[in-house]
């Protein structure tokens, strides 16, 4: 494969994979799934954590909520750990690689793919998991990032997403989607949460590269900061000092299609592109290039995969 070479330094796995097997008979039917219902009129939110097995933020966060007995005061709260298969997989000294075992689980919960015949550990998963997603009214899907950027949400261009994330106010990025992620469906697009009369908001946050333990605390406070928005719980300590927020709006996701798939010049995310300027080729016939002045990718793959995602291109949200 050729491909320019993506900063390369190895992270320092500095959170702790956890054994979960403790976690895993719940009370739903479904393993690693609990819910607990406070008896009281209110929303079903649901927290899931590792749609990727080695996005382990999400892990400390669900897995600090049930250690604590955070229960809601009204409504529903759901807790629950994706792909425990993938995050049993984990191999410190290859620690990229159990992000998913066949499938993306973050790509397959259209009702096409749910309702095939077609099967996988992670479609095997995300069918058992189809009624917990299409219980929930509201829904925080925790994820990380492989490179060291400022954390971002995620979310459908729907107001009822950009009310929620404007208000809790961490992270201060946002990445919106007026026309989905345009390379598969995604847990938070599933069902009625993909249309305009959802019950709720649907969210992914992105909280940091995925073995720090800064990453870790912002999973913590962000999920702490969707409960309380939502009312499930209180918020304790002193309200949270918002800071400026910047919007981008997802233009087009980029494929890697052939293996000589390369960047121009390594990225990370978050560096901006002039109108028509070289983002990067993919064998000799594909050349990705800037739609617009100002452009702004997302998540630059580290190690180019045919099939999976390239690159995300955005624009400024003024």
């Given at each position: 494969m050729t491909t320019t070479t993506q900063p390369s330094v190895e992270p320092s796995i500095e959170v702790i994979q956890g054994d979960l097997s403790a976690y895993r008979q719940g009370n739903t039917g479904v393993?690693?799934?609990?819910?607990?219902?406070?008896?009281?009129?209110g929303p079903h939110v649901l927290v899931n954590a590792l749609t990727h097995g080695n996005e382990i933020c999400g892990m400390v966060a669900v897995k600090q909520l049930l250690d604590a007995g955070v229960r809601p005061k009204i409504g529903t709260l759901?807790?629950?750990f994706a792909h425990v298969e993938a995050y049993n997989a984990f191999d410190p000294?290859?620690?990229?690689e159990n992000r998913q075992i066949v499938h993306n689980?973050?790509?397959?919960?259209?009702?096409?793919?749910?309702g095939g015949t077609e099967d996988s550990p992670e479609l095997r998963r995300a069918r058992a998991l189809r009624p917990v997603v299409a219980a929930a009214d509201h829904i925080l899907d925790i994820h990380s990032t492989s490179q060291d950027v400022v954390p971002f949400w995620v979310y459908p261009d729907f107001a009822r997403n950009a009310d929620a994330a404007l208000a809790m106010g961490l992270p201060s990025v946002h990445l919106v989607m007026p026309n989905g992620l345009g390379s598969g469906t995604p847990l938070i697009q599933h069902g009625l949460h993909a249309g305009a009369n959802a019950p709720g908001a649907a969210m992914v946050v992105e909280c940091g590269q995925h073995f720090m333990q800064k990453t870790a605390d912002v999973a913590v406070e962000v999920t702490a900061r969707f409960l309380a928005y939502f009312g499930v719980v209180d918020r304790s300590g002193p309200a949270p000092v918002l800071a400026a927020q910047r919007r981008f709006e997802l233009i087009e996701t980029?494929?890697?299609?052939?293996?000589?798939?390369?960047?121009?010049?390594?990225?990370?995310?978050?560096e901006t592109f002039a109108k028509g300027e070289l983002i990067a080729t993919d064998g000799d016939a594909i050349e990705i290039r800037s739609p617009c002045d100002d452009c702004t990718v997302f998540m630059p793959t580290r190690a180019p995969i045919i099939g999976r995602e390239a690159v995300y291109l955005t624009k400024p949200i003024s």
């Open positions: 393993d690693y799934v609990h819910r607990f219902d406070s008896g009281k009129p759901t807790l629950s000294s290859k620690p990229y689980l973050n790509r397959i919960w259209s009702d096409e793919l749910l980029r494929m890697v299609m052939t293996d000589h798939f390369k960047f121009t010049r390594p990225l990370i995310g978050f």
